[in-house]
């Protein structure tokens, strides 16, 4: 395949007979259909996004599909969180149906992680099974959700509680594509690419810390930055696809950052990643009270998260929140209690997370407590 401006990263998911290639270019949505012609030579092509992203990339890439002569059909859905349910997956099943996809077509998904998520479970179960290829569209999507091969949707009794493992045939994230993500929602993602260094790689925080204003202007270092976070994703997904085990480590601030998003009704109030930077910011501040990880790490993590634009206390948080009862009844939901203790993600310091499974749901408790 002779591209004209080769990728400046590739990133190889080694999963055997389901492995596949994360590319990350600056212009990787303008050459997808060079690359797509490619590979899956004589395809179809469904792509499902959603409005704002049709609005902002879906005419790169039909321009770059049209230019390497792809049929394609669109599906577009309304965008936000309410997608990911069972009357948006209807929709976008039977549009695959009416457009006459086949199985050796292919689904794209096209936008952040609630497209993706989606589209690709219409993909695991249209058919019984088509490819599908990732466009992620959000840094979100680009570092996390588009990496590993989790999708589905979301049911009335919890998020992401419907759903299948179905990896896709290829990843392609457009780093130029960020450019008209908003702010806010750029700084969400980027707490989970801090996670990453966080959790075992205290090099790639530090390099966070030094490159961080030219991650968020583009160029060079948002691209290694994105490369980085998908391989260190790669890697626990290849070392436990079906999470197990070490892909806990991932949840990293999520136990804290999931009850702070129900406690405020996953609204505006709080974007998933803006929890995430709280929770890691408490996960660490526990840790430090517990005498496991050096209290100045604390400091230090809550200076560049919020450097980045992003929340690190309960007080940050607009409004009201609920009582402490209330976030630890989130908590044990989040995760399983037994006898009174939790399992977390607790941290020795910068790039030392381990899974504890024997945390005592009281220490939570007062620790919230002294937090507000
Ligand atoms: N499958 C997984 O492993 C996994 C992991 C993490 C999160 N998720 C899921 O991902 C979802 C969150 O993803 P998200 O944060 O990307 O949310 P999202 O898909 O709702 O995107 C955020 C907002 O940005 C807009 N947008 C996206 N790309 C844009 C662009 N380039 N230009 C302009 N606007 C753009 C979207 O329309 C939306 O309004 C949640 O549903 C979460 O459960 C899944
Ligand atoms: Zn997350």
Redo the contacts with the bound molecule.
């Keep these: 395949m002779s591209l004209q401006h080769p990728p400046l990263h590739t990133v190889h998911v080694p999963l055997g007979e389901r492995a596949y290639d994360i590319v990350i270019a600056p212009d990787a949505i303008d050459s997808a259909g060079e690359r797509l012609a490619a590979m899956f030579p004589g395809a179809r092509y469904g792509i499902v996004t ?4 049709a ?3 879906l005419p790169r890439l039909l321009a770059s599909l049209d230019a390497a002569g792809l049929a394609h059909a669109e599906i577009v859905l309304p ?3 309410a ?2 349910s069972w009357t948006h997956l209807q929709t976008a099943v039977d549009a695959i149906l009416a457009a006459r996809l086949e199985r050796n077509d292919i689904l794209i998904a096209l ?7 989606l589209a ?1 479970f219409a993909a695991a179960i249209a058919r019984r099974g088509m490819d599908f290829v990732q466009i ?6 680009q570092v ?9 949707i ?1 049911s009335g009794h919890g ?2 509680l419907v759903g299948a493992f179905h990896q896709p045939r290829l990843v392609l994230a457009d780093q130029q ?6 702010p806010r ?1 750029f700084a ?2 980027y707490a ?1 690419v801090v996670k990453y260094g966080l959790i075992d790689d205290e090099d790639f925080f530090f390099w966070l810390e030094a490159n961080y204003p030219e991650i968020a202007a583009g160029g060079p270092a948002r691209a290694e930055a994105i490369a980085r976070a998908c391989a260190a994703k790669a890697r626990v997904v290849v070392e436990d696809e079906k999470e197990t085990g070490v892909r806990a480590l991932l949840n990293l601030g999520h136990t804290f950052g999931h009850a702070l998003e129900k406690a405020t009704g996953y609204s505006d109030r709080l ?3 803006e929890g995430v930077a709280i929770g890691m910011a408490l996960a660490h501040r526990f840790s430090a009270r517990l005498g496991l990880a050096p209290s100045q790490d604390v400091g230090r993590i809550e200076a560049h998260l919020k450097a980045a634009g992003l929340p690190t206390t309960l007080a940050d948080i607009p409004g009201d929140l609920p009582p402490t009862d209330t976030l630890m009844d989130a908590i044990a939901q989040d995760k399983k209690v037994s006898r009174g203790a939790l399992t977390f993600i607790l941290t020795r310091g910068i790039g030392k997370a381990f899974i504890e499974r024997g945390v005592e749901a009281q220490a939570v408790k007062s620790f919230l407590e002294d937090m507000r």
């Design positions: 959603d409005q704002n992203v609005e902002a990339q965008a936000g969180e997608t990911k936008g952040g992680g609630v497209i993706g998520d690709g992620p569209t959000s840094l979100l999507a996390d959700s588009s990496v590993g091969g989790k999708t589905g979301n998020k992401n594509a960020l450019d008209t993500l908003p929602q969400a993602g989970e974007l998933h990643g």
